[in-house]
């Protein structure tokens, strides 16, 4: 059985401080069949660099930039863009814990009449502390 496309969309706008980590944690994900989107807003900061660096390592990642009326718009915007049979999103400054999509995916795939999942969260402040 071949695995469904997902499709992740991240909305961001002056996200430098910390999409790193937002990328990172979905680009490890152990999840096989994964396409990630970057919608952002017009940013002044760095993050547009940071954007091409991570998308010239993975073609996993794709990236556009055009202002948007908010987090919404970004995040529908990416989502016609995709191709996955599964969408969700994440925000510029939110990670995914190991193992979430394919745990999510598993999780509709168990219960068929099911359309929608969502995870638990766990808060970070600042410094980085759970």
Same mark, same amino acid.
């Given at each position: ?5 997902? /499709?992740?969309?991240?909305? /961001?706008?002056? /996200? ?6 937002t ?13 990630y989107?970057?919608m952002? +807003?017009?940013?002044t ?9 991570? #998308? ?11 202002p948007?009326? =908010?987090?919404?718009? #970004?995040v529908?915007r =990416?989502?016609a863009?995709?191709?996955g ?11 995914y814990?190991? +193992? #979430?999509?394919?745990? #999510?995916?598993?999780a ?5 009449a099911?359309?929608?999942v969502? +995870?638990?969260?766990a ?8």
């Open positions: 059985m071949t695995l469904p496309l997902v /499709s992740i969309v991240t909305p /961001s706008l002056n /996200s430098a401080a910390w999409i790193t980590a990328i990172v944690s979905v680009l490890a994900q152990d999840y096989g069949r994964l396409e989107i970057v952002d +807003g017009g940013s900061d760095d993050t547009h660099a940071i954007l091409r660096h991570f #998308a010239a390592r993975d073609n996993r990642l794709t990236w556009f930039a055009k948007d009326t =908010g987090i919404s718009q #970004a529908n =990416g989502w863009r995709s191709q049979e599964i969408i969700a999103w994440i925000g510029s400054d939110d990670l814990r190991p +193992g #979430a999509v394919g745990a #999510a995916v598993f509709l795939q168990a219960q068929p099911v359309t929608a969502y +995870g638990d969260c808060i970070i402040n600042a410094q980085g502390q759970w």
